[in-house]
């Protein structure tokens, strides 16, 4: 699960190599981890603590994934930056919203503005990296992967 008791991977074939992903979170004990665990997987990981940051990110950079809380700093600014992805120069990137406040409505709307994927928060790590290379079109079924046996040794 996201958190500070989260199993870090010790060893991982990086088979993701050459991917961006924008990382979204108002919480540093949740960015820490997930951002540890896909530059392990050979990604570029670039980081966002509010919108502000994360809007001039997504002007300046494209990215292959962006993953974004709803939640950010007590508003809901991850709406707005699922439509701004929608818009701007990421608009064919996928999108998965990872938010503790999922629920049907706020599903649907996240998903009614374009995200592709909408979970909650707890995540297991590997969950989170087998939608998010799987949206990125890298295929499991090949190599190592997230969630895969052999894919990552886990600490005890």
Known sequence: ???STLALPLAVIPYATGKRILLVDDER???APMT?????LGCTVETALARPEAEALLEAQLFDLVVLDLMLGGEPDGFA???QVRSGPNRDR???VLSGLVSPETAAEAERLGADVV???PQPLSALGRVAMSLMGID???GDAPGRPGALEQNP
């Not at 540890?36 to 392990?40: A, M, V």
Request: charged share 20%; glycine share 4%.
């Open 29 to 31: 004990a949740l960015l």
């Open 140 to 142: 499991e079924t090949q």
């Open 119 to 121: 979970l909650s928060k």
């Open 81 to 83: 930056l699922v439509r």
């Open 1 to 3: 699960m996201l958190g």
């Open 36 to 40: 540890r665990y896909f530059t392990r």
């Open 94 to 96: 996928p999108v998965i």
